[in-house]
């Protein structure tokens, strides 16, 4: 694949120097590409490149004592995975032409549709390490792409031609992805059929692994979220048809969940317990019931105790108060 992306990093550091004279030690190592050092007094960067049929990596390796900014030529449009490992700060990646700026937090990664143009790479005093893959948009035909909707509006820029670049969101990169790189990185070799192969497998695997991630931090929490929601109803539901008269259990059973999960999913949303919230939906009706001036015997029935007494107990044990004593406060 012809070399579509330029990092220009003689404008930061100057011409590349001997490998004797570099110091840095790549986090991802390739077995085989082109690799070149660069180093100043500013610091030090190692850039890794090879040039598959299906596909175009480059590992960029830099530590530097303060920011810098490295101009970037892209010269054909194509889709890109960019990923930040690092424990300092996030990058900026600026498309000069439109004046947009994308950003990557350490330990991230976002897909991009980068079209033809200049832009710029900020990355902040420090070591980090960014790894791009880059790839024609076409390996996505015949609908394979629906599986992916977190592609999707980059599929269809690629497709169109778009003249404007676009990112998709970003996502974790844990150990599964970096093993995998490195795995990758040390299998490849020029002139040798299986590099292709496996640079097309790394990166459907890559597609798919981001996936994964999307829906473990994205859409995973979305659903637990819907599920607190749901549960909450339940509760208030169940609350002012039966009053105290009902079990927690049988909300949990009603959703297919343990009561330990009910009470994960409705502290993580709502910072109480499902039995504090019961109780503040209790507590929350009996006080409407006085205001209304209903008698205490029939507040008593309506939140299902089974004698005034125990209503009333329940009463001045939240409020420190007898209903009679809460009216005449409301009511003076």
Request: glycine share 6%.
């Amino acid at each position: 694949m012809k070399k579509a992306l330029h990092l220009h990093l003689e404008s930061v550091f100057g011409a590349s120097c001997p490998l004797a004279e570099s110091t840095i030690q790549p986090q991802i190592a390739l077995s085989n590409g082109k690799i070149s050092h660069y180093r100043h007094p500013s610091g030090q960067a190692c850039l890794q490149e090879f040039d598959g049929l299906l596909g175009y990596i480059n590992l960029l390796d830099v530590a530097v004592s303060s920011d810098i900014v490295i101009p970037v030529r892209v010269k054909r449009s194509d889709m890109h995975i960019i990923y930040v490992l690092s424990d300092d700060s996030a990058i900026q990646i600026k498309d000069i032409g439109q004046q947009t700026n994308y950003s990557i937090a350490c330990n991230r990664g976002r897909y991009f549709y980068l079209t033809r143009g200049d832009y710029e790479i900020y990355i902040p005093a420090g070591s980090c390490t960014l790894v791009n893959f880059y790839f024609r948009g076409s390996i996505f035909r015949d609908g394979n792409e629906r599986p992916f909707q977190f592609l999707h509006h980059l599929v269809d820029a690629y497709r169109n031609g778009d003249k404007r670049s676009c990112c998709s969101i970003d996502f974790r990169v844990g150990p599964r992805t970096i093993s995998l790189m490195k795995s990758i990185a040390a299998k490849i070799k020029k002139g040798d059929l299986d590099s292709e192969v496996n640079i097309l497998w790394a990166i459907k695997k890559l597609i798919q692994l981001s996936k994964e991630k999307i829906f473990e931090e994205y859409e995973k929490i979305s659903q637990s979220q819907a599920q607190s929601k749901a549960a909450y109803s339940a509760i208030k539901q169940a609350v002012a048809a039966h009053g105290q008269d009902f079990k927690l259990e049988d909300i949990a059973d009603r959703f297919g969940i343990s009561k330990d999960y009910l009470h994960q999913l409705i502290h993580s949303y709502y910072g109480q317990s499902p039995q504090e919230l019961k109780i503040a939906f209790m507590l929350r009706l009996a006080k409407k019931y006085i205001a209304d001036g209903m008698h205490t015997d029939e507040i008593a029935y309506e939140l299902g105790y089974t004698s005034p007494s125990s209503f009333v107990r329940f009463f001045k044990n939240q409020t420190g108060m007898t209903p009679t004593a809460y009216f005449k406060r409301i009511n003076p």
